[in-house]
C-alpha cells in the first residue's frame, strides 16, 4: 500500500520522477521506517551498486518479496471469495473493481467472477444480453439491468399500497358511519324530550292556578 501511494505521487510529478528510477527509489528509501529502512541502507551500504537502486522495478519487486504482507493478501482473497452483490451494482462494481486491482486478476477472470456475484435477478438479465465482450461492458450492462429492475420493483410495491389503500375505503360501509354519529343522534334526542316535558308542566300550571290558604280577610 505505501508503495500504492509512492507511485501515485510519482505520477503527478512527472517533472521530477517521469522516466527516472534513481529519483524514485532514493525518494522511498527516504520515507522508510523501522526494519524496511534497516534493510534498504544496510544494503546500500553493502552493495552500493545493487541494479535495484536504479531500477524502480526491481526495487519494488525485491521490497514485495521481503515485506509483503502475505496475511493481508490472504484476507483480500477471503473477502474476495465472499463477495457478492447486495446493494446497486453501481456500488457493487466499485467494491469489485477495488479488489480485482489488488488482486490483479485479469480481463477473462474479472468478467466470470464478477457475473457470478451479481444478483441472480441481474445475472438472468445478463443470461439474456448479447454483445457484451469486454470487462467494461459487462459492468455498464449490469448497472442498466438492475436500474430497470429497481424501477420494476418500486412501481409495485406502489401498486400494492393502493391497492390495499383501496381496500381499506371499501370496508369502511355507510352503515359503520351512521353507528358512528349515533352519540350526538341521541343527545339530540333527549334534549327534545326535556324540551316537551318543560312545554307540559307550562301548561298544567297555567290550567289549574293555585289557591292561597290561609285566613280570609
Known sequence: MFLDHCEFYFDNKPSMFL????????????RLRRRTATWAHALRRTNP???AFLSWFQFRVLMNSLFEDTYYLEQ???????????GSAHNFSIEFK???????LNEGTMIS????????????GIAYTTGITSFKLLVTKSIEIDQVLYKIAKAST????????????????PSQSKNSSSPSHSKHSTQQNASASHASVTRTSTAHPSHPHGPLS
Open 19 to 30: 522516466n527516472n528510477d534513481k529519483n524514485k527509489v532514493s525518494l522511498v528509501i527516504s
Open 49 to 51: 551498486a545493487n541494479p
Open 76 to 86: 483480500v482473497r477471503h473477502d474476495f471469495r465472499a463477495l457478492k452483490q447486495k
Open 98 to 104: 477495488t479488489f480485482a486491482s489488488i488482486l490483479q
Open 113 to 124: 467472477e464478477y457475473k457470478e456475484k451479481l444478483k441472480d435477478t441481474v445475472q438472468q
Open 158 to 173: 406502489k401498486k400494492d399500497e393502493s391497492c390495499a389503500q383501496k381496500s381499506i375505503s371499501k370496508d369502511f360501509t
